[in-house]
């Protein structure tokens, strides 16, 4: 099948969703190849964010839409074959991890990943995420169990950290400009000379660092030191990538942008790779993953496909002034209702999601959030 990409920067562009036609033009260039196509789509986004700088929310002109349809045009010769087909990456099963000091235990874990599929690990602090994701990283042993790097035939510690990108909720401190250590990184990858440096201008221009590029460590916030961190990984060309808590640091446009981007980099036509992040941000998570798996006090309670028990009833989270009796007496008994501090979690054996919030809604109750997590993991926390 011939990868769509160009005609969703079409529907984008006809939408004036200018920013997701910016950055998937980026995606584009680098899947032709060709350093002439990524310096044009590097050009058309400075161009954009100058634009955007200059007089925010206006509407494009007229050069820069003709220069996306000539940069359309340009790369259109370049995906008349289907993408290649999905590889898998790694293969884990029945991982355990007992830590010699205090009693927790993360219990026998199984999961496989392959090119191009997000995972998200989800469950609050303390639960054995980041212990799960450090076993598949090759940065903690594991006790029980095996992991299969399944690209590797005998992989050593040196393979392992070349294959898999590990990125901490805590990023490790650069030393100098920003930029340099970009340049740094991919020359450590093998980058050099003139691709040296059109892939630096690129990754900065993806990840839109382009303010930042010539700061250094101590003068940028935590969410663009991850930011930065995540464009130095990319450079190295890992086939997984692993990110503990990304989210951590960013506020919400910032965290929505960045799961929007690793969804749109891990399923690259040309350079897809597999993508394992942890996340409190559930919602957020589920948007953008392929599978979800659910961590509570070490054990595995959920995964998507694998271990995931059977829906029964509805589920729906509600937001109101109204009072507890007053939500109960308009559902009525066919209904269960628990009130977690801010909102009521509502579940019902008989009634559809659309009939508990019409029927609140009917009585003039005042819903000032609503989130159906009937399929969700949300239910389960």
């Known amino acids: 099948m011939v990868p769509n990409i160009l005609s969703e920067i079409a529907d984008y562009l006809k939408h004036q969703d200018y920013s997701l036609v910016v950055r998937r033009m980026l995606d584009a260039s680098l899947d032709t190849g060709s350093p002439a196509l990524i310096r044009k789509a590097i050009q058309f986004s400075q161009q954009y964010r ?65 090119s191009g599929e997000i995972m998200g690990i989800v469950g609050e602090n303390g639960m054995g995420k980041t212990t799960l994701l450090r076993c598949l990283g090759g940065q903690l042993a594991i006790d029980g169990g095996t992991i299969q790097y399944s690209l590797l035939q005998k992989p050593d510690a040196f393979d392992i950290r070349k294959y898999i990108a590990f990125i901490p909720q805590r990023i490790p401190r650069w030393y100098g400009l920003l930029k340099d250590n970009l340049h740094f990184s991919a020359s450590i990858a093998g980058i050099h000379g003139e691709e040296n440096l059109l892939m630096v201008d690129y990754i900065i221009e993806r990840l839109n660092l382009g303010a930042y590029a010539h700061l250094d460590w101590n003068q940028i916030s935590s969410g663009y030191r991850t930011r930065f961190e995540i464009a130095r990984i990319l450079l190295q060309k890992p086939k997984l990538l692993i990110l503990d808590e990304p989210l951590a640091n960013l506020d919400i446009n910032a965290q929505q942008t960045i799961l929007t981007d690793l969804r749109f980099i891990a399923k690259s036509v040309k350079h897809s790779m597999g993508v394992i992040l942890s996340s409190q941000q559930l919602h957020e998570v589920e948007k953008i993953a392929d599978a979800v798996l659910f961590i509570k006090q ?53 009634k559809s999601v659309q009939e508990m919030i019409g029927a609140l809604l009917n009585e003039g109750v005042a819903v000032t959030y609503f989130r159906d997590i009937t399929h969700s993991t949300k239910r389960f926390f």
Not at 80 to 107: D, I, R
Not at 321 to 347: M, P
């Open 50 to 114: 100058e634009a955007e700088k200059q007089h925010p929310g206006a509407s494009m002109p007229s050069d820069f839409l003709a220069m996306a349809e000539q940069l359309l045009q340009e790369a259109a010769p370049y995906y008349t074959s289907a993408s290649p087909l999905p590889q898998e990456l790694l293969n884990a099963t029945g991982v355990s991890k007992t830590y010699s000091k205090g009693s927790f235990q993360l219990k026998p874990v199984s999961l496989k990943i392959s």
């Open 298 to 350: 070490g054990s595995c309670l959920f995964q998507t496909g694998v271990n995931q028990p059977a829906i029964t009833g509805n589920v729906i989270e509600v937001e109101t002034t109204a009072a507890r009796e007053q939500v109960a007496a308009i559902l009525g008994d066919e209904v269960q209702i628990q009130f977690n501090g801010g909102f009521f979690t509502i579940s019902s054996e008989s």
